[in-house]
């Protein structure tokens, strides 16, 4: 098949600088007993995470980051790019283990964010995905009223006096057309909020080149794990935008020939967890497929 290889596309900077980083701490412990733990997967990866373990970085996943830090009494624990709480934080401090702190920067950009809104006393409208580690934290950051909004039901149901001073802002990894959608759904209800959409430029850039690549193609392939909100949001955003179809897959091996049924062209993308390798794999193998002909 024809491939074309959508760019930008795979690691991001907060990725590679959080991989760096556990890779360092590992280095320098390599030798010593000192336990090292991840608070969850370090980037939503689980190939990077087993090449972590390998280097003797221990996972600990748990319900929340808080949860998680009961399961360990010593020792070095690397908070992921996710972020974390200041009660998160504060609990590591209390149980007197080393911190860590690899989150992405621009997260920590909308903890700042957070942090100065709930100090001026706005009220914080957080956009993003229930359960997700990203959210947990940022959220955690308000120190007044917040609240999580994942779609317009949420939006509907929120309970705010129009005399607060509201603010909106957002999980960096969501949906570029989502979420403008969402945030013109609040600025209609709440005419004075004020918007900081945080969606990162990976994010953005990626969603974009997939989107465009997507209508010169009959189909994507978006390589990432079924863990990863960025991977999952390309697949998404190439479907609805494009309305061309995709499908995500963790390796070569999830790849199903009867996808590309009298096709000739197919688009190639990743998250921005996903090491280039896994990429480079299925970008070989479709390029040697030759994929089943149409029945007429
Ligand atoms: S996707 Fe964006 S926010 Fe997440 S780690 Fe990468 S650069 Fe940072």
């Not at 690691?11 to 007993?33: L, P, S, T």
């Not at 009494?73 to 911190?99: D, M, N, Y």
């Not at 390309?234 to 020939?257: C, F, G, N, S």
């Amino acid at each position: 098949m024809n491939v074309v290889r959508i760019t930008p596309r795979g690691y991001c900077h907060g990725v590679v600088d959080a991989i760096r980083i556990a890779k360092r701490i590992a280095e320098e412990h390599q030798d010593d007993r000192v336990p090292i733990y991840m608070l969850g997967y370090l980037v939503h990866n689980e190939h990077v995470t087993a090449e972590l373990e390998s280097f003797g970085v221990q996972l600990i996943d748990a319900a929340s980051r808080l949860d998680g830090l009961d399961a360990i009494s010593e020792g070095i624990v690397i908070f992921t790019a996710h972020g974390v709480s200041p009660a998160v934080i504060e609990k590591a401090r209390e149980k007197g283990l080393t911190i860590i702190d690899a989150t992405c920067s621009d997260v920590t950009r909308t903890h700042d964010l957070i942090d100065r809104l709930s100090a001026e006393g706005y009220t914080v409208i957080y956009i993003g995905k229930r359960g997700h580690p990203e959210p947990e934290g940022s959220i955690g950051h308000a120190k007044g009223p917040v609240y999580l909004v994942e779609d317009r039901a949420d939006i509907e149901a929120l309970d705010i006096a129009q005399t607060a001073h509201i603010a909106v802002t957002c999980q960096t990894t969501l949906s570029v057309w989502d979420t403008s959608e969402l945030i013109g759904l609040l600025e209609k209800r709440f005419p004075d909020i004020e918007v900081f959409n945080e969606i990162c430029l990976a994010t953005q850039q990626r969603q974009e080149a997939a989107v465009a690549a997507a209508a010169a193609v009959e189909s994507v392939v978006v390589v990432g794990s079924p863990r990863s909100s960025n991977s999952r949001r390309l697949v998404q955003v190439v479907e609805e935008r494009a309305k061309t179809p995709a499908h995500l897959v963790d390796t070569v091996e999830d790849i199903r020939p009867e996808w590309f049924t009298g096709m000739t062209t197919v688009g190639v993308t990743s998250g921005a967890s996903t090491p280039t390798h896994l990429t480079r794999e299925v970008i070989t193998f479709l390029e040697e497929l030759e994929p089943p002909r149409q029945e007429n």
